[in-house]
């Protein structure tokens, strides 16, 4: 019983594409090498993998691929001019390749619409299930991180409370200090502006050592004239006391009176 055909068609499995690569390759330059050997042809083969690696054979093991390429290039000139020739198989590759890529595009531009809750009207209760797992597992990674960034900013914020708290402790020592030095000043200002202890006794050196802003001398030659006058009324009623004893002491001598004077009291008055 013989194989099954198989389909030609692309091979989605990325593994099981490259197997078949591997396999299908070596088998190509083993038919190449195969067919240079029994009709003595000259094969060059290139080959290029899906994810761009070079493979080549070339049956002439003087030259290289490149000169077989040469040679080609030469022949096709010759026969058909100047013609480029159009590798179909490479316009219907590109054709492919972009077919899948427009796929991709639909599939996630549908797969983001289910997850918004759109397009679910003809969803199985499977589908459904896959895509509220997905919902679940995307929510819990934002409110965790989102979790992270809460607790940073809380932690910035405190940090940012212990500095302005020190800034504010330094700012109230700082202005405590200023109104203690204010007051000291005031307090001496006032203690030199106080008036010396003695009242109107101070004498013409304390005066003197006043500042020319305080010192008043109409009231100080009042003072002055004051205190003469004091002077002269106290000793001109000395000298009349001291007069009228002596007019009465005279009297009694002359009438023959025995006068006894304490001598202390006789110098005290200046009669001896």
Not at 239 to 250: C, I, T, V
Request: charged letters at 25%; one cysteine or more; glycine letters at 6%.
């Amino acid at each position: 019983m013989g194989r099954g055909k198989i389909e030609i068609k692309r091979i989605e499995n990325t593994t099981s594409r490259q197997v078949t690569f591997c396999k299908r390759r070596n088998g190509l330059l083993k038919k190449a090498y195969e067919l240079s050997i029994l009709c003595d042809a000259e094969i060059a083969l290139v080959i290029f993998s899906s994810r761009g690696r070079l493979y080549e054979y070339s049956s002439n093991r003087w030259e290289s691929v490149r000169s077989t390429i040469e040679r080609y290039k030469k022949a096709s000139a010759s026969t058909s001019g100047t013609a480029p020739v159009i590798d179909v198989n490479s316009h219907q590759y590109f054709q492919q390749e972009a077919a899948k890529l427009h796929q991709q595009i639909q599939t996630l531009q549908n797969s983001n619409r289910h997850l918004m809750g759109e397009s679910i009207g003809n969803m199985t209760a499977k589908e459904l299930k896959s895509i509220e797992n997905r919902l679940e597992k995307g929510i819990g990674r934002i409110r965790s991180k989102k979790h992270e960034l809460l607790l940073t900013e809380i932690e910035y914020m405190q940090k940012r409370e212990a500095d302005l708290q020190s800034e504010n402790m330094f700012l109230r020592a700082k202005v405590a200090e200023a109104e203690r030095a204010q007051q000291e000043a005031a307090a001496d200002q006032d203690q030199q502006m106080a008036p010396p202890p003695g009242g109107a006794a101070a004498t013409s050196t304390e005066l003197q050592a006043l500042p020319a802003s305080s010192f008043d001398p109409r009231g100080y030659y009042l003072q002055v004239q004051a205190s003469m006058l004091a002077a002269a009324s106290a000793a001109s009623s000395s000298s009349s006391q001291q007069g009228q004893e002596h007019h009465h002491l005279q009297t009694a001598l002359h009438l023959g009176y025995h006068v006894k004077l304490d001598s202390s009291a006789a110098a005290g008055k200046g009669f001896l």
